[in-house]
């Protein structure tokens, strides 16, 4: 490989970067990404509208009601509406959801002989229905276990404890997967405009007509895009620990090492992108669908993988995010680090797809017009 051939090549493609303005993509995406999201998407519920019909009137009923307004999670309405107005006002998304408390509630409680109260929620979008299910049960066994006897609740108690995310922050969550989708989004878009920005100005002509070898010429192309992708490592990092304040509890070192072997599967994808396409329009649609959509999907920041089908879960392993977005919850919420076999069998799978997939873009690479 002559080395000064590849040096002044890529000292032409830094400054072709920065004539192009296209240093703005590298930095200012993932930055934007990072914020939109990160304080955007929620899987938490707070402020659920509720209306409570209480047919009993009892003290019972009443605390029990007032569980419910006190909490953070409902709005709470109490009203005396007929069942079928009440349904309406959720048909017409006025409410989330309806509890109704039965007439001689009370009474069958003390006697033993149980009775039922009724909840309706608005099921449009299942997650976060059964969230409000979980809320409307937990809020229900509170107030229960504090206006009950204790042998009406046979002995029932709970010690339920949070691991890693102990404060249940949405931002703890959230964040570090979007690294996954940000360094897998933004190299492979700017990695796919390196060949076919060429292909569509002509001057690829000059690559077929030189005497620079394949090789050399990808690592021109990839090595200021890897080298430039690398400084985003730590602004998505200092973004993280410093404004959504993700506790950072692992090996810094693995999460880099991760991180650049990471970014070099997603130059990777757009390098086979840049290569099959021929205009700058086409690459890029088709490396957002390429990464967008496995990033959100099957990435485990929405979902986890073990929740997902058999048919998700194999689509899950065929990308790349699934592997790094493990390694990188280990080290911001974990911290088993190396020790984790896991950790270093999916090192390994990343060092796999990087190799793979920039080898593969090697021989698809023709150095003659097709």
Not at 228 to 243: E, G, P, R, V, Y
């Amino acid at each position: 490989m002559k080395l000064g051939v590849v040096h002044a090549y890529m000292l032409k493609e830094f400054k072709d970067l920065v004539r192009s303005r296209m240093l703005s993509l590298v930095y200012l995406l993932p930055t934007m990404i990072i914020i939109l999201f990160g304080y955007g998407i929620r899987m938490d519920v707070t402020h659920a509208r509720a209306l409570i019909i209480d047919r009993d009137q009892t003290p019972l009923s009443r605390d029990l009601t007032s569980h419910f307004m006190h909490s953070k999670y409902f709005d709470t309405t109490l009203s005396a509406v007929s069942d079928s107005d009440a349904l309406d006002r959720i048909k017409q998304a006025r409410e989330d959801l309806l509890i109704l408390i039965p007439s001689g509630f009370e009474r069958d409680v003390l006697h033993g002989t149980g009775s039922e109260i009724a909840v309706f929620i608005d099921g449009a979008f299942p997650v976060r229905a059964e969230t409000i299910s979980n809320y409307v049960r937990g809020t229900l066994f509170s107030a229960a276990s504090r206006l009950l006897p204790p042998q009406r609740l046979k002995m029932i108690r709970l010690d339920n404890r949070n691991l890693f995310n102990q404060a249940m922050r949405d931002e703890n969550a959230i964040v570090p997967g979007l690294l996954g989708l940000i360094l897998l989004v933004a190299p492979a878009i700017l990695a796919a405009l390196l060949i076919v920005k060429e292909k569509e100005e002509g001057t690829i002509f000059n690559f077929y007509s030189s005497g620079l070898k394949k090789s050399e010429f990808l690592v021109a192309k990839l090595t200021p895009v890897f080298l430039l992708h690398s400084i985003n490592i730590f602004i998505l990092f200092l973004w993280a620990t410093w404004l959504f304040k993700v506790p950072f509890r692992g090996s810094f070192t693995l999460f880099w090492g991760a991180s650049e072997l990471y970014i070099l599967a997603s130059l990777g994808v757009g390098l086979l992108v840049s290569i099959i396409t021929r205009t700058q329009i086409v690459a890029i649609v088709l490396t957002i669908i390429l990464t967008i959509i496995p990033g959100f999907l099957y990435s485990g920041m929405l979902m986890p993988i073990s929740s997902m089908s058999a048919e998700s879960k194999i689509e899950a392993h065929l990308y790349p995010v699934m592997y790094y977005n493990h390694i990188v919850y280990d080290t911001f919420l974990v911290g088993q680090g190396l020790a984790s076999t896991r950790n270093l069998l999916y090192l390994f799978i990343l060092g796999l797809y990087a190799f793979a997939l920039i080898f593969l873009g090697a021989i698809l690479l023709k150095k003659e017009l097709r």
